[in-house]
C-alpha cells in the first residue's frame, strides 16, 4: 500500500490557491462599482410649446 506525503511544493500551490481565493472573497464582498448607467445626472431641458418646427431639435 502506497503513503501519500505531500511535497513542499504541494503547500505552496495550495496556500496560493487559497489566496487567491481569500482575495475573491474579499472582492465580492465590496459593493458593485458605480457605472453610471440608468443615472440621471441632470433633468432635461424643459420643452419650448411656442417653438416653431425649424427651432426644435
Avoid: C
Amino acid at each position: 500500500m502506497r503513503v501519500y506525503r505531500p511535497l513542499p511544493a504541494d503547500h505552496e500551490q495550495v496556500e496560493f490557491a487559497r489566496q487567491g481565493v481569500r482575495e475573491a472573497r474579499e472582492l465580492l464582498k465590496q459593493p458593485p462599482p458605480d457605472t453610471f448607467l440608468g443615472r440621471k445626472t441632470h433633468e432635461p431641458f424643459p420643452e419650448d410649446p411656442d417653438a416653431t418646427p425649424s427651432e426644435a431639435p
